[in-house]
């Protein structure tokens, strides 16, 4: 029983052959899919997912920093509307990315809090990607707590940071990154994090690992990251994708 708490199998790169992911994915102990909404498309379509394959899917609903600068108001009654389905578990992803920069910062910033809100209202846990933006983050997320937790996202950071954030609830999520040759700082991290509060994904299309890196992510390569924290922490498998799972039932409350 492994989940794949960050994935987004609506992307057209799976058009042709998501029946066989999906199998390849059941196949390879994935039982739980959490299909990520990055705008008012995605977000859609992953509620759509959910609907059609409810035993494997959940869904989230979110404005990605990338897309903040296309929001309005019907964008919100969009979201709010979707959010009310019983299988949508989550608000997200949302954040700040200063290092693609496809939105204006303050546009980034005014849309991430705003998200923050409506998840508080929904009573949603949150999916936070955060790329060059530390400190804005941690600021924003410390003056708008929402009271539901989260997680972030293909943590990257620091321990530092990463001690920050498990302090005030967060869950850290690890990918593909974490089985690369200069993921020191992400390996730390696996190491020395309580072991309540991680989760596996793959962020899939995207950030595969090795020894697939190259190739299009796919649910069923999580087992790689599970591999990797097993190895940097000296336990078994089984153990690393009991707790995996364990803790994305507590993060999502399923
Ligand atoms: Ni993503």
New binding site residues.
């Given amino acids: 029983m492994i989940w794949d708490t960050?994935a987004?199998l609506d992307d057209k790169q799976f058009k042709a052959d998501r029946d066989i992911v999906l199998q390849r994915a059941r196949e390879a102990g994935i039982t739980t899919i959490v299909n990520?909404g990055?705008s008012e498309a995605t977000s859609k379509e992953s509620v759509e997912l959910a609907t059609k394959y409810p035993s494997l899917f959940y869904a989230t609903v979110g404005i990605?920093p990338h897309d903040a600068k296309d929001c309005n108001d019907q964008t919100w009654i969009l979201l709010e509307r979707l959010a009310q389905n019983p299988k949508v578990i989550a608000w997200g992803?949302i954040g700040l990315d200063y290092y693609r920069d496809l939105s204006p910062r303050d546009v980034q910033r005014k849309v991430f809090i705003q998200q923050l809100e409506l998840a508080k209202e929904s009573g949603l846990p949150v999916v936070i990607?955060n790329r060059d933006a530390h400190g804005d983050i941690l600021k924003i997320i410390k003056e708008n707590p929402t009271g539901t937790g989260g997680v972030f996202?293909?943590y990257s950071g620091s321990w530092e940071m990463a001690k920050e954030l498990l302090k005030i609830g967060y869950y850290l999520s690890f990918s593909g990154p974490l089985t690369y040759k200069n993921s020191r700082h992400t390996v730390e991290v696996a190491g020395k994090m309580p072991e309540d509060r991680f989760v596996v994904e793959t962020?899939c299309p995207?950030l595969t690992p090795e020894p697939y890196r190259g190739k299009r992510n796919e649910p069923a390569y999580v087992r790689e990251v599970v591999s990797k924290i097993a190895e940097i922490r000296g336990i078994t498998f089984e153990k690393v994708a009991h707790l995996s799972t364990e803790n994305a039932q507590k993060l999502f409350r399923i």
């Fill in positions: 960050h987004h990520i990055h990605h992803e990607h996202h293909s962020d995207y």
